[in-house]
Nanobody, 121 residues
Framework: QVQLVESGGGLVQAGGSLKLSCAAS????????MGWFRQAPGKEREFIAA????????YYADSVKGRFTISRDNAKNTLYVQMNSLKPEDTAVYYC??????????????WGQGTQVTVSS
């Protein structure tokens, strides 16, 4: 079955950086669009970034544009997001998702279990 496993979360000070990874298995990774989403306590899950199957196109939420970079390594079946200049409001559980379109959450068929990112002020 499809498995998405996120890693790389943790506690970081404001202004710091983290790089999250999402290891995928059970699907043809190089053929599916991928996305990152996050959910803060008491809030709905929101779109962060997405990348097409080839890596040729990327999309970002305005809140992270210029600070986060999504990428993928199809040879390693792994999705990444490099997060720089982190802010306390970036604190959330971060999820990777597969098989969807851009920022539209409901189009993603598969989800990881999430990894916690906490940014201290």
């Amino acid at each position: 079955q499809v498995q998405l496993v996120e890693s790389g979360g943790g506690l970081v000070q404001a202004g710091g950086s983290l790089k999250l990874s999402c290891a995928a298995s059970g699907l043809t990774f190089s053929s599916v669009n991928m996305g990152w989403f996050r959910q803060a306590p008491g809030k709905e899950r929101e779109f962060i970034a997405a990348i097409t199957w080839s890596g040729g196109s990327t999309y970002y939420a305005d809140s992270v544009k210029g600070r986060f970079t999504i990428s993928r390594d199809n040879a390693k079946n792994t999705l990444y997001v490099q997060m720089n200049s982190l802010k306390p409001e970036d604190t959330a559980v971060y999820y990777c998702a597969a098989g969807g379109y851009g920022s539209t959450l409901r189009t993603y068929n598969y989800w990881g279990q999430g990894t916690q990112v906490t940014v201290s002020s």
